[in-house]
């Protein structure tokens, strides 16, 4: 079992940057493929992107593809989600998720963080 505690989040200005962090403990995170998801007011989680268990491969939805970057060091166990251009639309609360399979839906994901705030002023 992994446990995993985002950070990083917070208020920016539509056109900053922010990095989020995914730091996991208990087990091994290149055992798992790891995805971020994110979750505003009164709509669904949704995916945002995944990167394979080596980094080799990563996916994105399409709003956010050419802003968001993810990567991950397994030697430190963590995952980051680099956030560009933000725009209001990304406020929601983001989360990292753990899993045996590489896709965009919530099921593929066993173990998930507790989230973190991101809020995106005009």
């Known amino acids: 079992q992994v446990q995993l505690v985002e950070s990083g989040g917070g208020l920016v200005q539509a056109g900053g940057s922010l990095r989020l962090s995914c730091a996991a403990s208990g087990r091994t995170l290149s055992t798992y493929t790891m995805g971020w998801f994110r979750q505003a007011p009164g709509k669904e989680r949704e995916f945002v992107g995944a990167?394979?268990?080596?980094?080799?491969?990563?996916n994105y939805v399409d709003l956010v593809k050419g802003r968001f970057t993810i990567s991950r060091d397994n030697a430190k166990n963590t995952v980051y989600l680099q956030m560009n251009s933000l725009k209001p639309e990304d406020t929601a609360v983001y989360y990292c998720?753990?899993?045996?399979?590489?896709?965009?839906?919530?099921?593929?994901?066993?173990?998930w963080g507790q989230g973190t705030q991101v809020t995106v002023s005009s």
């Open positions: 998720a753990a899993g045996d399979a590489y896709g965009r839906l919530l099921e593929f994901y066993d173990y």
């Open positions: 990167i394979t268990r080596t980094g080799g491969a990563t």
